[in-house]
Nanobody, 119 residues
Framework: QVRLVESGGGLVQPGGSLRLTCTAS????????MGWYRQAPGKERELVAS???????TYADSVKGRFTISRDNAKNTMYLQMNSLKPEDTAVYYC?????????????WGQGTQVTVSS
């Protein structure tokens, strides 16, 4: 099992910045990918940014150049630095981890943290 806890959401004005944090615990040694997803009201959950254990990074086109995903392995923590925030970035942001056990991929999710961009 993997437990994920997010923090860092809140209300910010357009153009502002926030940093989200996701701390992992449990069977983290077998995690092979982690990322951030978001879900706005009435919309499907979408990938924001992710990286694999091999170091490959992926960003949604809508956040490229504004958001940066990073991690601190010593702290079992992943971050999402969000700059130049726009109202359309408003959503619940979820931390995700993928773990393969006996050839089966399991996904784990955090509880989500609300990000609201509004003046």
């Amino acid at each position: 099992q993997v437990r994920l806890v997010e923090s860092g959401g809140g209300l910010v004005q357009p153009g502002g910045s926030l940093r989200l944090t996701c701390t992992a615990s449990g069977s983290i040694s077998s995690i092979n990918a982690m990322g951030w997803y978001r879900q706005a009201p009435g919309k499907e959950r979408e990938l924001v940014a992710s990286f694999t254990s091999g170091g490959s990074l992926t960003y949604a086109d809508s956040v490229k150049g504004r958001f940066t995903i990073s991690r601190d392995n010593a702290k079992n923590t992943m971050y999402l630095q969000m700059n130049s925030l726009k109202p359309e970035d408003t959503a619940v942001y979820y931390c995700n981890a993928g773990r393969t056990v006996a050839g089966i991929l399991y996904h784990y999710w955090g509880q989500g943290t609300q990000v609201t961009v509004s003046s």
